[in-house]
């Protein structure tokens, strides 16, 4: 009782700043002793959680994760992978350090394998059968265990069985641009021809696709050191293990596939219940076979070829002036001869886990922040996914530690996600979204991804939603550069990528997000205001395309330890931030969005709109004004909302008010999706973020349309498809506005 | 400072009944002066707010609002709908009964027109050319005002202009049995002919669709005696103003379209900014004039056919024996003649707006509750839709009154529409729930419909979605029948329309919705739990398909005081019976939807599906085996939430988690919607409740697909179908009883 007199007096008293929320809230948790009686419904942020939690973010813990993790190849539904489903269950079902609750999740999903006894491979073959060259799998002579072929071969996932042969064509990066310009600007009959052709410039299935329609019949695909080597080529010298450079035979494996989530249920969770589409029915795969080579396999080839000289920009970096084809230019070894793609892929129905780890709200358990990432690999995978799933852990240790210790639950529910089959198209992420979606879009407040977790140890790189953005900004202003304490993330990313902002001036420079890792089924799909967070380059460094030994065998922990992150301290770096996001949209009473952000990002794209399409538009009849409206609309809605939440006090104010403006804030992101604007894209929902074809910086569907109507001819039907994208635009944001403007 | 001490001596004494809510509710308020300070949170419904609210309510007042708003035509977007636009608003801004705001909300949308100066009509024209007869709108003789021909003519709003000549044939109601019976079972050659057809049995437009698949050039329509008047044809003694039955010159019009909301702006609201298709793309429509006629009109063509008597069951009530044609017979006045059809109907975009009439919220101003009833009819429309109106306005008046005198303020917003253009395909409502889909569906609570408020005066009828049942019901046992003052509506409801119930035994029988009135959108689209609510027929005295007078010019103040509700005692009936429903949502701490009902109706269109279904699925390899577990597990859901419901002490719980499970209820009908599960069918994204083909009471796309399966001879693609929809409502049931459990 005597908590309760001490109470009221101070308040007889007149001692105002003790408001009455606060002082309620003493009461009616002393009374009951319940920690989740409801005058909790006040709690906010404790920024001594959040110090405590980046203090005990520890990188030799996560390198010795890594270490875990990445020491056997875990391909989707193999040996390994399993394996790793059960140390994510051990790690977050541990006594001392786990999580909630832990559980598995499983998905019975169309994967793609090459075949243990009938390898892949690409060769040379003479008029008179003779095979004069035959691609070998090399990159195994450099790890130290003992590999299953089966499981480490490399290969094109989904791209079609067969050994179709002909003349080889070097393309490029096999782009339509490419195919067209080989074709009709300099006359190459590509019928029947074998394109070899580089990573980059497009999707991999689209080299493939793209083809195809010019009488190709066959891809061999490699990755060219210019582009990912900043042309070191010596293995003796010059690329792994003596620095982070790929090795001749070092192949990239990869996705040949457009759609994400598993193929045959699309917009349902490939469960026992689900019927199943027939596979004739699947787009947006190679309709011929491919291959990934090293670039040593490829210098045989590409180095061989006759025909012209490439086009301008064509060369790359194998030593060797560059011929376009078709075939070996005569007095080669290879002279007269065909290549060969010989493809034995097979797909196959297997059940993929998700790992689920939960920490339960205790004010609003009914809200999620989301923190994922994908855990299979294409062979040991150290860095993709595993350094992403290092921190992961050690995040989940330290969080867990405090829940277990009885010293911090979040307001809001977290919710882990150790994804399955990222590699084969963002699969286990995809299939949870759909198996969960209504409860997922009603009440998820954000999702972080960690993928690949440091590139390279130069800077923070974050892509998201605007959305986002100031929480990202508040996280990075807490963490030191690793070696630098006294320069924070922040600052550092200021220094390597900045932009001038009208509403902020000079940040760092955040950039969207695409569909190259599981937030994509968060964003696209369900709107969730969504993050992905990294260390990443230093420019003036490196101009890879990527880190060297991405989707190859040399993605071991020594080269990740050896060459990525020596002594870990990028990983803690983004542990550190990534999870200092996490408690702030777990923890803060208000959540820390700002709408401001997003009109600022759409303005940009509006203007981006009026500046490259307004004149052909008046032309057409076809005015920017309503959108333009929309966006001012929607400008003021946001600024009206930051006035109202800068009277809010969160300690006194109703929490319904409070979950008032944060439910605007949530659902700001679901403003913006619309199931028929884009009846051809399977998932894209989002109208402002949606991929595009057109290069312009703009809305997608209108610079699509845009694109088409202008690129086509001009009918008046492709003209009605612009008008219409107008409308979407204009109408996503007008909902957006009301989204944001007084409920009442 | 005295409240407090009394209430700290209160609980210092053990009282216990005082729970810490209602002591620190009571602290706050009297501390602050302020209504809206954040321990009202625990604001819970009022029963004398109801009572008080149900004693006001004026059965006079309704009346004087009818013979009002039923004083012109008003047919949307004339002179009269904007008269009453303006009536509304100013009865909904008034100073002492009005509500906190009101605004019109306007769309352009497609509407369709007769002419005033080139009116429609059905002529019979002698082989030489002369007109042996035309139909002539005798309605009017009978209208005391001087009524605008432009504004009362009879036509089939949507029918395409045109004017065929033909052989007249009988073709009882139009359905596609009905033509092929003429024209396969009975070899009628029905090209080039007129068909004459009876309201009823299937949509307007599947008369002119159906036909003109046989050939059919041209459609009458007539409401046949023996389907609407109880088989009374006498206008001297028997019909209206001797009774509530139609006069034989009686018109019935309505809209010939089967698609709701504006055809030209499909998902997206009908403003400026919105791409409009071209006309030519609409779906849905008669493709073949059509015209309705007096049975008067329709007496001299049909007992002057010719051809074989018509089959068992198409005889109808006009008097004489009913025979096919096609043509008259030989010996009538119009023998060898051919009937035409004028229409001269025109397209044109106009102007229709809803009005929009809100209450604030205190507590949860972010959840919605909604009323309505359309504004627009085809003449003076008193009872459809002006007696819904009249209800309406009197619920305002007295809630207005409530919140002008500072007495009452509900939890959640109330939001009143008075919708635009319903006659012409639930068009105003419909743009409405376009505009604002995203925070309507968010934040929606339920939707209420009083549409035509009394078909009749004998007992309440109400359709619905299971999830609303139990709250109708708590209101239909608050409200007295008229003239019974002991006997419940509750009660009275049961003499008429039971059912057993596995939940509860002997219940009133609720219906279904269908899309008959602006629930439709509501209800299908968003997935609101909507229902509608009217007083209606003792079916032991009468048969009438609906109320004789409807959508003719006879639907006047008159008609409804005399003949429908004298003394207006079942309008006041309605209003007390859906203000009471509407407080209860509004008001009540814990939203009074019962989720165990939606189960038990699930679990019966689940064994109806087994029943009739099982045996040929089986034989087809598929199975309901998963969907029997997902109904189980919505169960299981419905009765863990109940559970933890009933544990739930709202005064002293924290509001968040009340709000938590509100949430769950709210959103539980949300879980049904299916974007991709009917994609031929424009707006229909309820799995459950979507429209349908066949007559098995089941999940409506499984139902389809198996009726095409079976019917069709059961192609592979056409039992995919099958399957597909098989899971489309597993994945929903399973969503929904994710909806359900506990949040994390």
Redesign the interface.
Known sequence: ?KV?LVA?ISV?GGATTLT??LL?GHL?IQ?DGGA??????TQDIDESVIQHFMGAVDSKRIEENLRELAKKPHMATTKGDLDLVNLMLDRWNNKETGLDEAKKVTYNVLLSFPQKDKPNSVAVVAPNGTQLFTSRVKELNYTKDQLDPDVVQPFAAFAPPGTPKGKLVYANYGTMDDYQRLNQTLGIDLNNTIAIVKYGGTGREDKGINGAKFGVIGVIVYTDPADINDGKVNDRNETYPHSWYLPPSGVERGSYKLNFGDQLTP???AK????RL?ESSIRGLSPIPAQPIGFEDARHLICGLGGDDVPNGWQGGLGCKYHMGPGFHNGSSFENSDVQVNVFNRQETKASDNVIG?I??S????R?VIYGNHRDSWVHGAIDPSSGTAVMLEVTRVLGKMVKDGKWRPRR?I?FGSWGAEEFGLIGSTEWTE?????LI??TVGYINVDIAVFANATLRALGSPAVQSVVFDAARQVSTPGHRDLSVYDNWMKHSNRTSPLHGAIPNMGTLGAGSDYAPFFHYLGISSMDIAYTYDRSKTKARIYPAYHTAYDTFDYASRFIDPGFTSHQTVGRTAGNVLLRLADSALLPFNASDYTEAIDQLYRTAQKEFAAELNKQNISLG??E??VKRLREAADGLNARISELNVR??????V??VN??LM?LE??FLD??AFPDKLYYRHVVYASKASAVQTFPGLADAYQRATGGGGGADAW?EV??H???V??AL???A??LEA??
Not at 272 to 275: R, S
Not at 363 to 366: N, S, T, Y
Request: avoid cysteine; glycine fraction near 2%.
């Open positions: 009782m309760w009221l007889l009455i929320g309620l009616a009374k989740e009686r409801w005058l909790d419904a917009y349902y969770p026992d219940y689900t019927f027939p939960i339960r709200g004010v609003e358990p009914d999620y529910s919710i198996e969960y979606y209504k409860k009603e009440r309503h959108l409206s929309a006194s104010e109703s929490p319904l008010k979950r008032m439910d605007q659902l679901r403003a199931p028929v009605a008008r219409k107008v409308t979407i204009t109408y007008e909902s957006a009301s989204t409920v009442i």
